[in-house]
């Protein structure tokens, strides 16, 4: 290594995580042809009678899903796609069927960020009145976990037979998702200190012992004002995830960092659709995917991919979305 590499922390940190990227395609690749040699080896044996079909076929389909996972990242070329995510849900209205749904969600982000080996922890929650959330914020730490996320952008609609209806009617309930890149160190972003103000509260639970008996929890309020519109807004943010509050101000502060990162790439992506128009939708708050759960039938409305697993999807397999989220608008997903 150079002398003098480290006498600015931050571009060393901000190299060497180049570095890192660039020997996980390097593996990856190494990784994906042994399992295509693996595959003609299995082919060879097939003919001389050692192996049986069956086996051929299962290195078939392990070559197929390497394959098939490295080219779905290659879609992924953009800064911000290899970068930890934040995903927030906010249930829509309809009381209690909506918070309702809005937890469901939590729980599929969940499930699919815990199988895909991220590290996922909730930020903030507001539990409903009665039953479900209201909001919550969730954490999913790791590489690209933005870059798949950022397909679940919208409004999510479910559609059943209510269990809190008496009457067994079929409602109808939305809750919105919104995912920004969730930034470290080495990701520069401004924040102006006069424009930030502060306040603490006690969190914790409805009662018993999990409440909070010191005021932990913290609200961040900054008054932002948009560098390219002049338009004014108050960004606020809650973290309630430790018992420490100087810990829970330093989790918010890296949401206010992420927010603003985000908003910045927002506004190149309205560049970017201008110059490219009709290709992409960027309404973010517009709705994406349907649940239909008596019917059996989850479709997206963008890709018009749908499945009738609905207990899998709800478990969080939801890979097959992404990728043909992916495999339709990667054109806006690439930069040369």
Same mark, same amino acid.
């Given at each position: 290594?150079?002398?003098?590499?480290?006498?600015?922390?931050?571009?060393?940190?901000?190299?060497?995580?180049?570095?890192?990227?660039?020997?996980?395609?390097?593996?990856? #690749?190494?990784?994906?042809?042994?399992?295509?040699?693996?595959?003609?080896?299995?082919?060879?044996?097939?003919?001389?009678?050692?192996?049986?079909?069956?086996?051929?076929?299962?290195?078939?389909?392990?070559?197929?899903?390497?394959?098939?996972?490295?080219?779905?990242?290659?879609?992924?070329?953009?800064?911000?796609?290899?970068?930890?995510?934040?995903?927030?849900?906010?249930?829509?209205?309809?009381?209690?069927?909506?918070?309702?749904?809005?937890?469901?969600?939590?729980?599929? #982000?969940?499930?699919?960020?815990?199988?895909?080996? #991220?590290?996922?922890?909730?930020?903030?929650?507001?539990?409903?009145?009665?039953?479900?959330?209201?909001?919550?914020?969730?954490?999913?730490?790791?590489?690209?976990?933005?870059?798949?996320?950022?397909?679940?952008?919208?409004?999510?609609?479910?559609?059943?037979?209510?269990?809190?209806?008496?009457?067994?009617?079929?409602?109808?309930?939305?809750?919105?998702?919104?995912?920004?890149?969730?930034?470290?160190?080495?990701?520069?972003?401004?924040?102006?200190?006069?424009?930030?103000?502060?306040?603490?509260?006690?969190?914790?639970?409805?009662?018993?012992?999990?409440?909070?008996?010191?005021?932990?929890?913290?609200?961040?309020?900054?008054?932002?004002?948009?560098?390219?519109?002049?338009?004014?807004?108050?960004?606020?943010?809650?973290?309630?995830?430790?018992?420490?509050?100087?810990?829970?101000?330093?989790?918010?502060?890296?949401?206010?960092?992420?927010?603003? #990162?985000?908003?910045?790439?927002?506004?190149?992506?309205?560049?970017?659709?201008?110059?490219?128009?009709?290709?992409?939708?960027?309404?973010?708050?517009?709705?994406?995917?349907?649940?239909?759960?008596?019917?059996?039938?989850?479709?997206?409305?963008?890709?018009?991919?749908?499945?009738?697993?609905?207990?899998?999807?709800?478990?969080?397999?939801?890979?097959?979305?992404?990728?043909?989220?992916?495999?339709?608008?990667?054109?806006?997903?690439?930069?040369?």
């Amino acid at each position: 290594m150079a002398d003098g590499f480290w006498d600015n922390p931050a571009a060393a940190q901000k190299q060497m995580k180049k570095i890192k990227d660039i020997q996980k395609w390097i593996d990856d #690749y190494a990784a994906l042809e042994n399992t295509v040699d693996e595959l003609k080896l299995a082919m060879d044996f097939f003919q001389e009678e050692i192996v049986t079909e069956e086996e051929v076929d299962q290195a078939y389909a392990a070559a197929i899903a390497a394959l098939e996972d490295l080219e779905l990242r290659n879609m992924l070329r953009r800064e911000e796609d290899i970068m930890s995510a934040v995903l927030k849900i906010n249930s829509g209205a309809g009381g209690t069927e909506s918070q309702d749904w809005a937890s469901m969600l939590m729980r599929m #982000y969940m499930r699919w960020g815990e199988k895909q080996g #991220y590290k996922v922890s909730i930020a903030n929650l507001l539990e409903g009145d009665e039953a479900g959330i209201k909001t919550c914020t969730i954490n999913f730490e790791g590489d690209f976990a933005y870059g798949y996320l950022k397909s679940e952008n919208g409004v999510h609609r479910l559609v059943r037979v209510s269990p809190f209806n008496a009457q067994g009617k079929r409602m109808t309930s939305f809750a919105s998702v919104f995912v920004t890149p969730l930034v470290d160190d080495t990701i520069e972003v401004k924040v102006e200190p006069a424009l930030l103000s502060w306040d603490t509260f006690r969190s914790g639970g409805a009662g018993g012992q999990n409440v909070n008996k010191v005021e932990s929890g913290v609200r961040l309020r900054y008054q932002f004002t948009d560098p390219y519109t002049g338009e004014q807004e108050e960004i606020l943010i809650e973290n309630t995830e430790t018992r420490d509050q100087p810990k829970n101000k330093e989790n918010a502060l890296r949401q206010l960092r992420s927010i603003l #990162y985000d908003k910045e790439l927002q506004h190149r992506l309205q560049e970017q659709a201008k110059v490219e128009a009709g290709k992409k939708k960027i309404e973010w708050g517009s709705q994406i995917r349907s649940y239909v759960f008596d019917d059996r039938r989850v479709k997206d409305h963008r890709t018009n991919y749908q499945t009738s697993d609905v207990n899998g999807v709800m478990d969080g397999d939801i890979d097959e979305f992404i990728k043909a989220y992916l495999m339709e608008f990667s054109d806006t997903n690439t930069e040369e």
